[in-house]
């Protein structure tokens, strides 16, 4: 079992900078791939980004160069540092965590966050 509590939401002009961060409840935290999804008002729930163990980095291409994932194994959090924010960015972010990273697909992910708030206005 994992749990995981994120944070860092919050509202942002387009342009600006936000910095989400997800912690981990588990031991064994550095055995472990994390994701970062967003949903926005009646869509379904997309891939972001994710890290593997190893520290390998995957990335949506409408994110891609503008937000970077990472995670830090003695703090047992990972971090989604996002710049250059653009309005379609405004979803509920959802961490989620998985033994085996194998998919972008949100159902082939075994646990995850409460989600937090990104609005980005224009």
């Known amino acids: 079992q994992v749990q995981l509590v994120e944070s860092g939401g919050g509202l942002m002009q387009a342009g600006g900078s936000l910095r989400l961060s997800c912690a981990a409840l588990?031991?064994?935290?550095?055995?472990?791939?994390f994701g970062w999804f967003r949903q926005a008002p009646g869509k379904e729930r997309d891939f972001v980004a994710a890290?593997?163990?190893?520290?390998?980095?995957y990335y949506a291409d409408s994110v891609k160069g503008r937000f970077t994932i990472s995670r830090d194994n003695a703090k047992n959090t990972v971090y989604l540092q996002m710049n250059s924010l653009k309005p379609e960015d405004t979803a509920v972010y959802y961490c989620?965590?998985?033994?085996?990273?194998?998919?972008?697909?949100?159902?082939?992910?075994?646990?995850w966050g409460q989600g937090t708030q990104v609005t980005v206005s224009s």
């Open positions: 989620a965590a998985d033994r085996s990273y194998s998919s972008n697909n949100y159902a082939e992910w075994d646990y």
């Open positions: 588990r031991r064994t935290f550095n055995t472990y791939d």
């Open positions: 890290i593997i163990w190893t520290g390998r980095t």
